[in-house]
């Protein structure tokens, strides 16, 4: 299993209108004021209060060294295909919105204007105003330490600080010519855990297999994890609709992954499965896969 894919799954634990483009960004990165500092922190909440590692430690040579519940995943984001189909109804407390849903891309000349890397951090947290040895600090160190890691082969990875770098990845990373399209969730009306959402008839739809992952970071501005998983993945539109009388409803995307033999014994047992099923997980908002445009 690749890193990309084991960050992308870890991230889904701390769980835009309709459209192919993201949201719209501040032309310039206007650094925050100390009564701001409060705003700014709460901007890496959706990461939790400690970095998390970009792929569990636990392998399948050691797969009963640590118990299920060590492994925290928000409820209804992770969960078996064989389990995807129309009437299903999701877990209690499933939900699409997250504090990531929030953050928009700095232009690329701003973000470009900043400097990136390890090697730039105390420019970085003295530019944000962002005390050294903080919880937040300790992130934006996570997430430039996972930037700065080296793509595995055949799965190439980029952390992108604009929209337009985050395409350009995108289409070199699928082979194609033309920009690509964006892929994301989008929640028809507002959203609170007492919602259960059901999957619709005709509601499960695969467009495709070639992908780009792009899921945020902890970070003062918006930055992006991308990589294009290099196992078989299927990605699949799912319309869901609500159990009440309510109305609305959601629809959003799942990555499929067909090849989970080598994947942490941890997922197996969450999902009382069997090593190897095919596994899926929900992108929730704030998170962009890429396709190939239709």
């Known amino acids: 299993m690749g890193r990309g894919a084991l960050l992308l799954l870890l991230t889904l634990a701390l769980a835009t209108a309709a459209a192919a483009a993201l949201p719209p960004s501040p032309s310039t990165p206007n650094p925050p004021h100390d009564d701001d500092l409060a705003a700014l922190q709460s901007s890496f909440a959706f990461l939790g209060p400690k970095p998390r590692p970009p792929y569990p430690v636990k392998w399948a040579d050691d797969d009963d060294a640590s118990p299920a519940h060590d492994l925290h995943v928000d409820p209804g984001m992770l969960f078996l295909r064989k389990s995807l189909f129309p009437g299903a109804i999701l ?3 499933t939900k699409f919105t997250t504090n990531a849903a929030s953050q928009s ?3 690329r000349a701003a973000a470009e204007a900043i400097p990136f890397g390890s090697n730039h951090l105390d420019a970085i947290l003295s530019t944000f105003r962002i005390p050294r040895g903080s919880t937040v600090a300790d992130q934006v160190a996570a997430t ?3 930037c ?6 055949p799965e190439p990875h980029v952390c992108a600080t604009s929209r337009q770098a985050e395409a350009a990845f995108a289409a070199n990373a699928l082979g194609v010519t033309s920009e690509p399209r964006a892929v994301v969730a989008v ?7 007492t919602i259960r959402y059901a999957v619709g ?3 499960v739809a695969r467009i495709g297999k070639e992908v780009v992952a792009c899921h945020p970071m902890p970070y003062p501005y918006m930055v992006h994890y991308c990589h294009r998983p290099a196992a078989s993945v299927e990605v699949l539109r799912v319309e869901l ?3 009440d009388a309510g109305g609305g409803g959601a629809t ?3 990555m499929c992954h067909g090849d989970t033999a080598s994947w942490d014994g941890r997922y197996f047992r969450m999902l009382n499965a069997t090593r190897g099923e095919e596994i899926c997980h929900f992108m929730p908002r704030g998170y962009v896969l890429w396709l190939p445009a239709a």
């Open 252 to 254: 959003v995307v799942a």
């Open 148 to 153: 700065e890691e080296p793509s595995p082969p």
């Open 91 to 93: 877990p209690e407390g």
């Open 144 to 146: 430039l330490r996972t």
């Open 241 to 243: 609709t609500r159990t």
């Open 187 to 193: 929640v028809h009306g507002e959203e609170d855990v």
């Open 201 to 203: 008839p005709n509601g």
């Open 105 to 107: 891309f700095l232009s």
